[in-house]
């Protein structure tokens, strides 16, 4: 198992198909599910859905903060956790295939994809930083249910 699955994993887990069970293409898989099912639902049941993301991002932010070597010395810090940028990913994934699937211009199918292509190679190069000790993560954020 990598520590931090590629971007084309993350990409394969958002669109259902999770080849190996680590805990971040899992939790991407989730994630993209929340998404597609959001709009459908009251606001409630949309409520309901945004906890769930929330605690599916808390949950991939600790294990990536218990898991991930850290460096002594101080690496540029990144504005957002992997547990944020993969649930971006997610979100774009839900709406780049949705526009697959839908009337939309071709203008608004290339803008979809385009968003998608940018931010899966931000996580690319965010998640190789990371590994080479150039960049640091916020601190997870402490789930408020347990405080």
Same mark, same amino acid.
């Given at each position: 198992?990598?520590?931090?699955? &590629?971007?084309?994993?993350?990409?394969?887990?958002? &669109?259902?198909? /999770?080849? *190996? @069970?680590?805990?971040?293409?899992?939790?991407?898989?989730?994630?993209?599910?929340?998404? *597609?099912? #959001?709009?459908?639902?009251?606001?409630?049941?949309?409520?309901?859905?945004?906890?769930?993301?929330?605690?599916?991002? !808390?949950?991939?932010?600790?294990? /990536?903060?218990?898991?991930?070597?850290?460096?002594?010395?101080? @690496? &540029?810090?990144?504005?957002?956790?992997?547990?944020?940028? /993969?649930?971006?990913?997610?979100?774009?994934? /839900?709406?780049?295939?949705?526009?697959?699937?839908?009337?939309?211009?071709?203008?608004?199918?290339?803008?979809?994809? !385009?968003?998608?292509?940018?931010?899966?190679?931000?996580? &690319?190069?965010?998640?190789?930083?990371?590994?080479?000790? #150039?960049? #640091?993560?916020?601190? @997870?954020?402490?789930? *408020?249910?347990? !405080?």
């Amino acid at each position: 198992m990598t520590l931090l699955p &590629s971007k084309d994993l993350i990409l394969e887990a958002c &669109s259902g198909h /999770v080849h *190996e @069970p680590h805990p971040i293409l899992l939790a991407a898989y989730e994630l993209a599910s929340l998404h *597609e099912a #959001r709009p459908t639902l009251d606001h409630t049941a949309a409520d309901e859905i945004d906890c769930c993301r929330f605690q599916l991002i !808390q949950d991939i932010d600790v294990w /990536v903060a218990q898991t991930i070597p850290t460096t002594l010395a101080a @690496p &540029s810090m990144h504005t957002e956790t992997i547990g944020s940028v /993969v649930d971006r990913l997610a979100k774009l994934s /839900v709406v780049a295939f949705t526009a697959l699937r839908t009337n939309t211009t071709n203008q608004e199918l290339h803008q979809a994809w !385009q968003c998608l292509a940018e931010l899966a190679l931000g996580y &690319s190069d965010l998640t190789h930083d990371l590994m080479t000790g #150039r960049r #640091r993560l916020p601190t @997870p954020k402490p789930d *408020e249910e347990t !405080q």
